[in-house]
């Protein structure tokens, strides 16, 4: 099982990144796909989830209107494209597969994303 990221790297506050996290490994389509991200000193929280039988998504209030989550099943892949970022945004990003019945996770490596001028 393997959950890749990529896209992180430094962007300027009010900028924009698509982070991309490509699955092997596992039926991709039939796991629930999550960003989570972890600053430094604080724990890692939940940023957006989509559901893989609905495609209903959930988001965190604090990026609400700025990230959007989405999930392309052919390709075994999710994606979190961030817009208007902040410097408060800077984070480890992480991305989680979550089977609900029986409960399996699998996280990714994370991805470093740095929002500063």
């Known amino acids: 099982v393997q959950l890749v990221e990529s896209g992180g790297g430094l962007v300027q506050p009010g900028g924009s990144v698509r982070l991309s996290c490509a699955a092997s490994g596992f039926t991709f389509s039939s796991y629930v796909m999550s960003w989570y991200r972890q600053a430094p000193g604080k724990e890692r929280e939940l940023v957006a989830g989509?559901?893989?039988?609905?495609?209903?998504?959930n988001y965190a209030d604090s990026v609400k209107g700025r990230f959007t989550i989405s999930r392309d099943n052919a390709k075994n892949t999710v994606y979190l494209q961030m817009n208007s970022l902040k410097p408060e945004d800077t984070a480890v990003y992480y991305c989680k597969a979550t089977h609900i019945v029986p409960r399996t996770d699998y996280w990714g490596q994370g991805t470093q994303v740095t929002v500063s001028s």
């Open positions: 989509i559901n893989n039988a609905s495609g209903r998504t």
